[in-house]
């Protein structure tokens, strides 16, 4: 399952390119988005995509906890929840994934904030699991996770560790680490595109200087 915002969502939400716009965040989300249905659909295994439209809750646990239970109510008895903030997921860790969720009933993917890029567990262990009061959203939620997967019981395997994206920082990290060709690429050329957008929305702010030598310099007008 990927539970993802909409990508104008996240183009409002997050900073990829902190000097572009919100549609060209929103087009650095919507490659995300794109590249982790190809993955997740590479794997093999039914595919079901959560997006904000299907999503109900006041909070993040509720919106997530609701969609787990919809899609375990379609008569699945592992699932796998994956984001769209990690490109370096591939298939092939999918497909271990659920290998390790079909054999313990428990798998976790840390991602290098605290966080948890993947999580797999079966119906059972979500029933029993209090979703609300878990730290989403934070840096302790993997271990967290890992902790109330171990009170029940469960035999938690663990993939390696990824780093996922919510920034700009972020977005220049994982371009310098092994990437997907097409993924690379279309991620680079959205990361340049803002790059020359934001040179060319200062260049009436230097002209405007140039009038106005006479003036204490002041910095460019704020968008």
């Known amino acids: 399952m ?8 996240e183009g409002a939400r997050k900073r990829f390119l902190s000097h572009g716009s919100r549609a060209d965040n929103a087009a650095v989300a919507a490659r995300l988005i794109a590249h982790a249905t190809a993955t997740a659909r590479q794997a093999g295994v039914d595919f079901v995509c959560v997006d904000s439209a299907r999503q109900q809750g ?15 109510a379609r008569g699945y008895e592992h699932l ?3 984001g769209n903030d990690c490109p370096q997921l591939t298939a092939a860790t999918l497909r271990r994934a659920v290998a390790a969720v079909q054999a313990t009933g428990a798998v976790l993917g840390p991602a290098t904030d605290g966080g948890v890029y993947l999580l797999g567990l079966s119906r059972p262990l979500f029933e029993s699991t209090p979703w609300l009061t ?10 967290a996770l890992h902790r ?3 009170r029940l019981g469960a035999a938690v395997q663990q993939l390696p560790t990824l780093a996922d994206i919510d920034d700009e920082a972020g977005l220049a990290r994982a371009l310098r680490q092994p990437l997907a060709r097409p993924l690379r690429r279309g991620l680079h050329r959205l990361r340049t595109a803002g790059r020359r957008g934001a040179r060319r929305g200062l260049q009436p702010a230097r002209c405007l200087r140039g009038r106005v030598a006479a003036r204490p310099h002041r910095g460019p007008p704020a968008c």
């Open 58 to 72: 006041a909070t993040f646990g509720e919106r997530l906890a609701g969609a787990v239970r919809a899609t375990f």
């Open 148 to 150: 109330q997967l171990r």
């Open 2 to 9: 990927l539970f993802t915002r909409s990508a104008g969502e």
């Open 134 to 143: 878990l730290p989403w959203q934070t840096r302790h939620l993997g271990a």
């Open 80 to 82: 796998l929840i994956i």
